[in-house]
């Protein structure tokens, strides 16, 4: 690593951007590692979970440091505390000039430091975003949420702004916001709405027309108050014109959401490469129907929400490009012909998903169903974590359960899947503790395993003996439980 040029150093770590206390150790190694580090670690200073930002003073000194004295004079006078520049040592980088985001919350959370009066933080946030707007090339990253300050009105808006990537929101920040990003952002690649409000934001929807190369959309409903059916159609009907370019859709709504968004758009987004919906909508047949004429060639991920029905994921998959890697699946709607159905389903995804990495499936114990199953593990060689959800059927018997769980563990022991590294399961099924360590015995040469499951007879003191013995032969790398779900989430 020490004959590495900067250039290549750089590329390598702006793969581990999302893994920050990586980036932050590489800091310590030396001065090339430090100096490649810095612009990519302050492109997105506020995004580091890890960070109470709240309590990082440093971060406060580094953005005030840079503020001319003619307004920490001005500050000051208005009794905001700065630390003055013989306090401290000048700055080693300039590490403003590599920000390339903002974020509302975090900068407002830094700015408390400073005084506890909310004219004075006002007057100070204003001065910030000056700043910022002065010193940062651009921005390709803002979450505006509780956004005060109108700064797409700044002279310099135009230039910083023009290149936007990302944009976090509410929908209860005021029109005007919006319209003012929408006179300068024409190529926001995502948009990510939390939904706060229970009328439409006009603004959101000029926003979302004036996009040219929008390709990932979120929603995300974050109340519970009574709205009618179609108070957000607007927003959502905006998104059928972005078709061509639309890649991403995600929609979540709470449990019992009587408005969810409209249906008739689910066939127009046919350009999709994830669909990711969690919601429990009333009306399940008209989402049901819609998604049967849906054609998506592109798809890869499927994430769908509660009771879905299972001829309803068959004909999503059955219209697809054969590209999926992901079906995740809370749970199916089991109903009267669950036999026929689930065995269809094993059926279309060893026929139609060869790329598989991720599978949630549920199915009754039956030797046909075991040998549908048998021959998906022997294609589909990419699947690396299975979900084994719960099918709530009237095969609910513990020998039914033993039963299910000597048959699964048989199929495994046979087909071995090369890249199986996760299974998670709930209590539909049951591995007695012969069965479990005739399993674990078995997979001894392969790859860890890591088990997931909500059945507490795991807890139990001879499996937890049984596990931590196969945990110490390094056959198992995590086994862990949660009592509370009886499905397990993905």
Not at 364 to 370: A, C, L, R, T, Y
Request: with cysteine.
């Amino acid at each position: 690593m020490s004959y590495l040029n900067k250039d290549i150093l750089f590329l390598l770590f702006e793969e581990l951007q999302d893994d920050s206390k990586s980036l932050f150790s590489c800091l310590l190694v030396n001065r090339l590692w430090c100096e490649t580090v810095v612009p990519i670690l302050w492109k997105n200073p506020w995004r580091f979970d890890h960070i109470n930002y709240q309590n990082k003073y440093y971060l406060f000194i580094i953005i005030t440091l840079n503020l001319s004295d003619e307004i920490k004079e001005s500050l000051s006078s208005q009794g905001i505390k700065l630390p003055s520049k013989l306090q401290y040592f000048p700055p080693l980088f300039d590490y403003l000039s590599y920000c390339r985001s903002i974020n509302v919350n975090v900068i407002n959370d830094i700015i408390n430091i400073s005084s506890s009066s909310p004219y004075n933080k006002f007057l100070l946030q204003q001065e910030v975003y000056k700043l910022l707007m002065k010193k940062c090339p651009d921005f390709r990253f803002l979450d505006m949420r509780s956004m005060e300050h109108q700064i797409f009105y700044f002279p310099e808006a135009i230039i910083r702004f023009e290149s936007l990537c990302e944009l976090k929101c509410d929908s209860s920040i005021d029109s005007i916001y919006f319209y003012g990003l929408s006179r300068i952002c024409y190529f926001i690649q995502n948009i990510i709405i939390f939904n706060t409000n229970t009328k439409v934001n006009r603004g959101i929807v000029k926003l979302l027309e004036n996009q040219k190369n929008l390709k990932y959309f979120k929603w995300e409903n974050d109340f519970d108050d009574y709205v009618e059916e179609d108070t957000f159609d607007e927003i959502f009907l905006v998104l059928v014109k972005k078709s061509h370019t639309l890649t991403h859709f995600i929609s979540t709504f709470r449990e019992g959401s009587i408005y969810t968004f409209p249906s008739e758009i689910l066939p127009e987004l046919y350009n999709l490469k994830s669909l990711k919906l969690n919601f429990h909508p009333i009306f399940d047949f008209y989402y049901d129907e819609k998604f049967t004429h849906s054609i998506y060639r592109n798809l890869e991920i499927l994430q769908l929400c509660d009771y879905i029905l299972i001829n309803t994921v068959v004909c999503i998959i059955k219209n697809s490009g054969g590209q999926i890697r992901k079906i995740l699946i809370n749970s199916f709607d089991i109903n009267y012909n669950f036999y026929e159905d689930s065995l269809v389903l094993i059926k279309m995804i060893y026929e139609s998903c060869p790329l598989i990495e991720h599978l949630s499936i549920t199915f009754p114990s039956s030797k046909k169903h075991f040998n549908e199953f048998e021959k998906l593990l022997l294609i589909c060689k990419e699947l690396r974590v299975l979900d084994m959800l719960d099918a709530n059927v009237i095969e609910e018997s513990q020998e039914i359960k033993l039963l299910y769980g000597d048959n699964l563990s048989k199929v495994l022991i046979k087909v071995t899947p090369n890249n199986l590294r996760e299974i998670r399961f709930c209590d539909y099924f049951k591995f007695s503790l012969k069965t479990l360590e005739s399993f674990l015995e078995n997979w001894k040469g392969s790859f860890q395993l890591s088990l997931l499951t909500s059945d507490h007879i795991y807890s139990n003191e001879d499996y937890l003996k049984l596990i931590n013995k196969y945990k110490n032969d390094g056959v198992i790398k995590d086994f862990r439980y949660d009592f509370e779900k009886n499905n397990v989430y993905f």
